[in-house]
């Protein structure tokens, strides 16, 4: 299991993060509780698009999802993460998939 994560532009690749997949869906599946949050909608297993909106909304949760990290494994995940959707919400019609296994 793991999600790899592009960010696109018009159906463009513009940035894509393949390095921490299975950690982050780990992390995920662990650190976010189900149900409640833009993040719990990342599925492991499919595809999940998320909007420059929705980018945005999620960042708060990467933060405090940062400080209840147990390895430096899982930090560095979540800020890869955290950077793809800063870049996902400063990009004008952006949107990030999350590429599930």
């Known amino acids: 299991m793991g999600i790899e994560i ?4 018009q159906n463009t690749v513009v940035r894509r993060s393949y390095e921490h997949g299975e950690t982050l869906a780990l992390a995920l599946d ?11 909608q990342i ?6 698009r998320f909007t420059e909106s929705d980018a945005q909304a999620a960042l708060p949760e990467v ?3 940062l400080r209840e990290c147990t390895s430096p494994f899982q930090e560095a995940a979540l800020r890869d ?3 793809m959707l800063e ?3 400063a990009t004008p019609g952006g ?3 999350f590429i599930g296994d």
Not at 6 to 9: I, N, Q, S, T, V
């Open 6 to 9: 592009e960010l696109r532009r």
């Open 30 to 40: 662990t650190l976010v509780p189900p149900g409640q949050g833009r993040l719990s």
């Open 43 to 48: 599925d492991p297993y499919r595809d999940t």
């Open 63 to 65: 933060t405090a999802l």
């Open 81 to 83: 993460l955290a950077e």
């Open 87 to 89: 870049a996902c919400a």
């Open 95 to 97: 949107c990030l998939w």
